[in-house]
């Protein structure tokens, strides 16, 4: 499967912006997705996960509260709904796609060692 990310920008402090994942290759509702981020200088982190029926969700704590993970899987698409945005929030923000083939379809992920497909990121600067 291959992903592509849009929607990073600049923003101020407070803003809200929504990211999507897009994509394309295979069947999209087989793959549970998640999104990561990295800062200069610092480790990719994990920002939030989705189920590849998107009934379970998961979030770090430093986004949880602000941001939402959702998807239209008629799009072949998660979206990542971003609020209350912090100067810390400043990163590249990657989607990631795994294949899931749990019975309930409730499996979601948050190492990004479980994951098997990257898109090419995409870069989000708060502005303070």
């Known amino acids: 499967v291959q992903l592509q990310a849009f929607g990073g920008g600049l923003v101020q402090a407070g803003g809200s912006l929504r990211l999507s994942c897009v994509a394309s290759g295979r069947t999209f509702s087989a793959y549970s997705m998640g999104w990561f981020r990295q800062a200069p200088g610092k480790e990719r982190g994990f920002v939030s996960a989705i189920s590849r029926s998107g009934f379970g969700t998961d979030y770090a704590d430093s986004v949880q509260g602000r941001f939402t993970i959702s998807r239209d899987n008629a799009k072949n698409t998660v979206y990542l709904q971003m609020s209350s945005l912090k100067p810390e929030d400043t990163a590249v923000y990657s989607c990631?796609?795994?294949?899931?083939?749990?019975?309930?379809?409730?499996?979601?992920?948050?190492?990004?060692?479980?994951?098997?497909?990257w898109g090419q990121g995409t870069q989000v600067t708060v502005s303070s």
């Open positions: 990631a796609a795994r294949s899931d083939t749990s019975y309930s379809g409730s499996r979601y992920y948050t190492k990004s060692v479980e994951y098997n497909y």
